[in-house]
C-alpha cells in the first residue's frame, strides 16, 4: 500500500486530489493537510511515501518546505504556475501537475511509482466519473457541477464558461477543458465551442439553439454532434 499525504491550502484542491486518490487500487491517503506545519506534523508521526504539495501556500513555499524535510517521501508538486517545474525536478520531483488536475494526468504521474500500472490505466480509460469539474478562477479552484455547466467558449487565451448560475472565465485551452469534461454528457461543436448535450434546446442547418443563443457547428464537428445526438438517452 502506497501511503499518501495531500498539503494544499485550497479546500477544493484538497477535495479533488483526495477523491483521483480513493479511486486507485493500491494507493491510501492517509492525511490532508493546509499548511506545512501540519504536513510536518504527520511526516514525524507517521509513514508517508507519497506526497501531493501545492507550491504556493502561505507563510513557506511548497518548495522551500520539502528542501527542509531530512529523509522526504517521493513528491508530486501540484500548481498553478509553470515557472516552477525546473526547480521541481532539479529536487528528484515524481512530476509536476498543473492545476486544474486531470484524472489522466493525475495517473500518469503516479504510474511511475505504482506496481499495477494496468489497473491504473483502465482507471484512466473509463475518464472521470465524478459529477464535477474544478477550474481555476481569479486565483481560486471553483467546484462546478457538470448539469449546471450549459456550454463554454474560447476567448483568445481563455475560456468563458456559461453556468446555470452565472458565467466563468478561465486561463484554459479548448482541449484541455475537453478533456476535463465527460465525453458521454458534453460535445465540440466548433473549435471554439463545447455545449451540453442536456442543455440543446434544438439543432436547425449549422446552428444549436442553446440557453437561447445560436451556436455555429464547424463542419469537421457536424458527424460528431449527430452521433451524440442519435446516442442521447
Not at 513557506?60 to 513528491?75: A, D, E, Q, R
Not at 520531483?93 to 499495477?116: G, H, M, W
Amino acid at each position: 500500500m502506497i501511503r499518501c499525504i495531500i498539503v494544499d491550502d485550497e479546500p477544493l484542491a484538497r477535495e479533488l486530489l483526495g477523491s483521483y486518490i480513493d479511486q486507485l487500487p493500491n494507493f491510501s491517503c492517509v492525511a490532508v493537510c493546509q499548511s506545512a506545519l501540519q504536513a510536518f506534523a504527520v511526516l514525524h508521526g507517521q509513514q508517508v511515501d507519497l506526497m501531493f504539495l501545492d507550491i504556493q501556500m502561505p507563510g513557506i513555499t511548497g518548495l522551500n518546505f520539502f528542501k527542509s524535510i531530512k529523509n522526504p517521501p517521493k513528491v508530486i508538486f501540484t500548481t498553478a504556475y509553470m515557472e516552477y517545474a525546473v526547480e521541481a525536478f532539479e529536487l528528484e520531483a515524481v512530476d509536476y501537475l498543473l492545476k486544474p488536475i486531470t484524472l489522466e494526468r493525475f495517473i500518469k504521474a503516479v504510474q511511475k511509482i505504482s506496481p499495477k500500472k494496468e489497473e491504473l490505466a483502465e482507471i484512466a480509460a473509463k475518464g472521470n466519473e465524478n459529477n464535477y469539474i474544478f477550474l481555476k478562477v481569479d486565483k481560486r479552484l471553483v467546484k462546478i457541477d457538470h448539469p449546471d455547466i450549459i456550454y463554454a467558449e474560447s476567448l483568445g487565451d481563455y475560456i468563458k464558461v456559461y453556468t446555470t448560475a452565472q458565467t466563468y472565465t478561465t486561463y484554459l485551452t479548448m482541449n484541455k477543458l475537453e478533456a476535463l469534461l465527460p465525453a458521454s454528457k458534453f460535445v465540440r461543436i466548433h473549435r471554439s465551442s463545447i455545449i451540453n448535450l442536456g442543455h440543446i434546446q434544438y439543432v436547425e442547418g449549422n446552428f444549436v439553439r442553446i440557453n437561447n443563443s445560436d451556436l455555429p457547428i464547424g463542419l469537421t464537428y457536424k458527424d460528431g454532434l449527430a452521433q451524440k445526438l442519435g446516442n442521447v438517452e
